[in-house]
Nanobody, 120 residues
Framework: QVQLVESGGGLVQPGGSLRLSCAAS????????MDWYRQAPGNQRELVAS???????DYGDSVKGRFTISRDDAKNTVYLQMNSLKPEDTAVYSC??????????????WGQGTQVTVSS
C-alpha cells in the first residue's frame, strides 16, 4: 500500500512563504492526480491545487497567483509552494492521490496533513 507523508508546515508571518512536500512511498504519478486540500476549523474542506498525470495543473480561486503545485517524479514528491501568505490560509493541508478512472481497481490515498499557521 502507498503512504503519503506531508511535511513543511509551520508558523509564518503574513506575506511570508512556505513550501509543503508530499512524499509518496511509490511512483504513482503516471496514474494518479495529486491534490492538495486544506481545512480550517469550522470550514469546509477545500481543494487548493491539483496536478494530473499528464502534468496539467489547476488552482482554487483563493490561491491563484500565490500558490504553485509541482511534481518531482524522481523523488516521488509533490510540492506546494505558498507565497504571499495570508491569515486566512491558516489550515491543515493534506495531500490526496486520486486514481481517477481506475477508482474501481485502485485505492485512493490520503496523507495525515501538516499544519500551516499564518499569524503575526
Amino acid at each position: 500500500q502507498v503512504q503519503l507523508v506531508e511535511s513543511g508546515g509551520g508558523l509564518v508571518q503574513p506575506g511570508g512563504s512556505l513550501r509543503l512536500s508530499c512524499a509518496a512511498s511509490a511512483y504513482i504519478f503516471n496514474i494518479y492526480t495529486m491534490d492538495w486540500y486544506r481545512q480550517a476549523p469550522g470550514n469546509q474542506r477545500e481543494l487548493v491545487a491539483s496536478v494530473t498525470s499528464d502534468g496539467s495543473t489547476d488552482y482554487g480561486d483563493s490561491v491563484k497567483g500565490r500558490f504553485t503545485i509541482s511534481r518531482d517524479d524522481a523523488k516521488n514528491t509533490v510540492y506546494l509552494q505558498m507565497n504571499s501568505l495570508k491569515p486566512e490560509d491558516t489550515a491543515v493541508y493534506s495531500c490526496y492521490a486520486d486514481p481517477n478512472s481506475y477508482s474501481g481497481y485502485l485505492p485512493d490515498y490520503w496523507g495525515q496533513g501538516t499544519q500551516v499557521t499564518v499569524s503575526s
